[in-house]
């Protein structure tokens, strides 16, 4: 699956933050393997944002698939077929912030991994996704090596923002009935 296919099954999930986005990362490898992972009961459950563009409600929800490990979905409001994306997710924390490991699911897919950051508080999910900015002439042999140079650039905005400085945010509210 190319980068333009990768972005289409995102949008699914984060149709906003593309929206606000340049392109986001992928990567072959995630930021650390799935074994360290930290949990996150907080995830779990569903999240609702709203499309700025066509005013439609997105959902997505977390289910624990493992004891480290979630499987997350979306249903493309857009879509008549109501076609739902699914999606690995798992959690790695450095230096105390929490990064979501993305993999998409399903026949056709690319396998490649993107990442966002997060924080939840009460019933509020803020996701930011990385963005390729400071990517593009970087190759990582191993997750121990991506995950250093995400470390080294926890600081630098451009590792959230896209080539016009803006940064792509998503704010989510946890559905409670």
Same mark, same amino acid.
């Given at each position: 699956?190319?980068?333009?296919s990768?972005?289409?099954?995102?949008?699914?999930?984060v149709?906003?933050?593309l929206?606000l986005?340049?392109?986001p990362?992928?990567?072959?490898?995630?930021?650390?393997?799935?074994?360290?992972?930290?949990?996150?009961?907080?995830?779990?459950?569903?999240?609702?944002?709203?499309?700025?563009?066509?005013?439609?409600?997105?959902?997505? #929800? &977390?289910l624990?698939?493992?004891?480290?490990?979630?499987?997350?979905w979306?249903r +493309?409001? @857009?879509?008549a =077929?109501?076609?739902i994306?699914?999606?690995?997710?798992?959690v790695?924390?450095?230096?105390?912030e929490?990064?979501?490991?993305?993999?998409e699911l399903?026949p056709?897919?690319?396998?490649v991994w993107?990442?966002?950051?997060?924080?939840?508080?009460?019933?509020?999910?803020?996701?930011?996704?990385?963005?390729?900015?400071l990517?593009?002439?970087?190759?990582?042999?191993?997750?121990?090596?991506l995950? #250093? &140079?995400?470390?080294k650039?926890?600081?630098?905005?451009?590792l959230?923002?896209? +080539?016009? @400085?803006?940064? =792509?945010?998503?704010?989510?509210?946890?559905?409670?009935?």
């Open positions: 699956m190319d980068a333009v990768l972005r289409a099954g995102l949008i699914l999930m149709v906003v933050a929206t986005a340049g392109c990362f992928s990567s072959d490898l995630p930021l650390s393997s799935p074994a360290d992972a930290l949990p996150d009961d907080a995830l779990t459950g569903r999240w609702k944002t709203q499309d700025k563009e066509t005013r439609q409600w997105v959902t997505v #929800e &977390f624990q698939y493992s004891e480290k490990e979630y499987v997350a979306s +493309d409001p @857009g879509e =077929s109501g076609k994306e699914a999606y690995r997710v798992f790695t924390n450095i230096e105390g929490r990064f979501l490991n993305i993999q399903g056709g897919t690319s396998r993107s990442f966002a950051n997060y924080h939840i508080t009460g019933d509020a999910l803020s996701l930011r996704f990385v963005d390729d900015a990517f593009s002439t970087q190759t990582f042999s191993s997750s121990d090596a995950r #250093e &140079f995400v470390r650039n926890l600081r630098d905005p451009r959230y923002a896209s +080539d016009d @400085g803006k940064e =792509s945010v998503m704010n989510w509210q946890r559905v409670t009935n």
